[in-house]
């Protein structure tokens, strides 16, 4: 299954790393525009290789990380490591103090047609391109991307949990998260740690884009490389890896905005809902997602005059033409997608991917900001989405649609940097 290894990172020197809080950056599809513009001004930032700017991004990011590693600002681990990434985190109204734990490594790439690295989500061609082209400029995995294993014994947090006595760097992100590093070098326990992932899959739960980008810039230089043998470092993926069955996974939901549709018409919508849906008037849209909570098959439709609560009627389920599995059509975003965004609002399911008429807004408060501002004409808000469920999509073959999860928190760049 998953062959993994360890890797001599690079990372920032001793004088930056006092401020290492000041040179990690979020990654590219989350980063907010006032978030970049304030990052670009610090010319160490590791923006400037995650999401480099100018006419020639990748080519500037390219030049940029040859300076860096020239001058000495960013310098080479000596010997290799797994490296134990925590996150501790709090969530809104909730006291407690969750940690998120896992190690980075280098992972074989796979094609997904393998079935060792699962993915439940579609990818977008021109960001998975504009991986591939930063990564042939600077040859580097400047963040690892998100893995899920399962292992219901916990074998590996003792070792995780021993070398975080002994951080190596820790800072307040900009999500108010703590992240905290270490490193592990004893061959034996790094053995371990191989061991068991060479009996698992990983689902990949956030990077879908840059191993997309990782798998494509690797077939590019096999198919270039005549003695290829496997064992090139562009055969390999920079990623954290984390449990599963740990209680410290959330996800978040990720609601849909509807914008600028034609003859786009509530009263309409609203007689068309009523064939599929029990349809149930809210006063109050600021208590949507409370009261859509845990239930299946319900969503919050939140227009800029009026919010309803909206229910698929169990009886109209089997009508779901989609060539999906039972499990695929159970889900509550596939019953949103084809119901909702097709059935009534006419946006096909084979134009979803890339229909400029759907925005994915992970905050509900913007949610609510942007229809009363008409920058949406319609707001649908979802329910959570469950690890159980991402099992699903990924056991089938199938995946949701784009930004359908939202792990949180999210990895922040900065910390370890790959060659390839």
Known sequence: MAEISPFRAWRYNKELAKNIAELT??????????????????????????????????????????????????????????????????MAGDSRQYCRKGFICKIRIYDWQEKVVLRHENTMPKSVNDQIELLAATRLNVSPTHGLYTDENFELEKYMDESMRHPICEAEDYQGTRDV????????????????????????ADGHH????????????????????????YNYHLMWLTNTESRNLKILPTHRLIKDLADFDEVTILKKLDKFFSVKPVSNPDHMTEIIAGKKWAFGLIFRENAFQVHL???????????????????????????????????????????????????????????????????????????????????????????????WPKVICGFVFSSL
């Open 25 to 90: 950056s979020p990654l590219f599809d989350v980063a907010t525009e006032k978030q970049k513009s304030v990052l670009y001004k610090n010319p160490y930032n590791s923006i400037h290789l995650s999401i480099p700017c100018g006419d020639r991004p990748a080519e500037n990011a390219g030049n940029l990380l040859k300076t860096w590693k020239e001058c000495g600002c960013i310098q080479r681990d000596v010997d290799p490591g797994i490296y134990v990434y925590c996150q501790y985190f709090r």
């Open 181 to 204: 590093l270490s490193v592990i070098r004893d061959r034996r326990i790094i053995d371990r740690f191989a061991d068991l992932m060479d009996e698992k899959q990983v689902i990949l």
């Open 210 to 233: 840059r191993y997309a980008g990782s798998l494509g810039y690797m077939q590019q230089q096999r198919a270039a490389n005549a003695a290829h043998t496997g064992k090139e470092r």
């Open 313 to 407: 009627k169990p009886e109209v389920h089997h009508t779901l033409k989609w060539n999906f599995p039972p499990e695929i059509k159970s889900l509550d975003l596939t019953v949103l997608h084809f119901f909702i965004i097709q059935e009534i609002l006419g946006i096909k399911g084979e134009d979803q991917n890339t229909s400029d008429h759907i925005e994915y807004e992970r905050s509900f408060g913007s949610c609510l900001t942007k229809v009363v501002t008409n920058d949406a004409q319609l707001a649908l808000i979802t329910n959570d989405v469950l690890i159980d469920d991402v099992k699903t999509v990924c056991g089938s073959g199938c995946t949701l649609p784009q930004k359908s999860t939202h792990f």
